[in-house]
């Protein structure tokens, strides 16, 4: 069956602009989950979804990223007046429910850059 | 300028030895530890899991191994090939957490034919 998907897969921007990155989970899956993976270095949470709802939103560094999934399935994570620093891979993952030992599944990640 | 590389704990081995990657955790209230591969352009792929409870589990090919007590946790791959080659990442469930993962720093294993 079809994994985790991500577009686009690469999206370069300029500092100040405004970029979406679109992540669908597995069909059926109610936990979605964003990370940010930098160069050399393990992904980092950045958001959790169970359904419709942010359960947890700790890991974003800070009021210019911003994710939504109206639907409870495909979710879209916004930066917006990008920086250079905001460069990095960003990981969709999702699992059947929550709670250890439910596996996530991570999609391919959009890798962005920031110029 | 300075340039940014890939600071990652390297292990290089002949195909067919066994490998062993080590990973030091974080926090002790973790009890779900989860050990991933990641291939260059793609994202992390679970390999085994394991929970606090437990000291080894065995996968095809894989183990791991928990010691609680120094919060360490080794993966070792048998007959190791060079699909095998990639970043592998040690993952805890944050201090017991039911949905976040904190990742290692991972190894980069890259196995010589």
């Known amino acids: 069956g079809a994994g985790v998907s991500q577009t686009p897969s690469n999206k370069v921007t300029e500092k100040g602009k405004y970029v979406e990155l679109r992540c669908d989970p597995i069909?059926?899956?109610?936990?979605l989950y964003w990370y940010r993976q930098s160069l050399g270095q393990g992904p980092e949470f950045l958001i959790y979804f169970q359904g419709t709802g942010a359960a947890d939103d700790s890991g974003l560094p800070n009021d210019r990223f911003f994710a939504v999934r109206p639907e409870g399935s495909v979710s879209t994570l916004k930066i917006q007046r990008t920086e250079r620093g905001d460069s990095a891979m960003y990981l969709c993952?999702?699992?059947?429910?929550?709670?250890?030992?439910?596996?996530?599944?991570f999609g391919p990640g959009t890798r962005l850059t920031v110029l | 300028g300075e340039s940014v590389g890939l600071h990652l704990p390297t292990l290089s081995v002949q195909e067919g030895d066994n490998s062993i990657i080590n990973c030091a955790y974080s926090?002790?209230?973790?009890?779900?530890f989860i050990w991933y591969k990641q291939e260059s352009g793609k994202g992390p792929q679970f390999i085994i899991d394991?929970?606090?409870?437990?000291d080894k589990r065995q996968g095809q090919r894989v183990t791991v191994l928990l010691n609680k007590t120094v919060k360490h946790l080794s993966l070792q791959i048998a007959a190791t090939q060079p699909g095998d080659s990639a970043v592998y990442f040690c993952?805890?469930?944050?201090?017991?957490?039911?949905?976040?993962?904190?990742f290692g720093k991972g190894t980069l294993l890259t196995v010589n034919p």
């Open positions: 993952a999702s699992s059947s429910k929550s709670g250890s030992g439910n596996e996530q599944f």
């Open positions: 394991i929970r606090s409870n437990m």
């Open positions: 926090n002790s209230a973790s009890d779900y």
């Open positions: 069909s059926g899956h109610t936990a």
């Open positions: 993952a805890e469930n944050s201090g017991g957490s039911n949905y976040k993962l904190t």
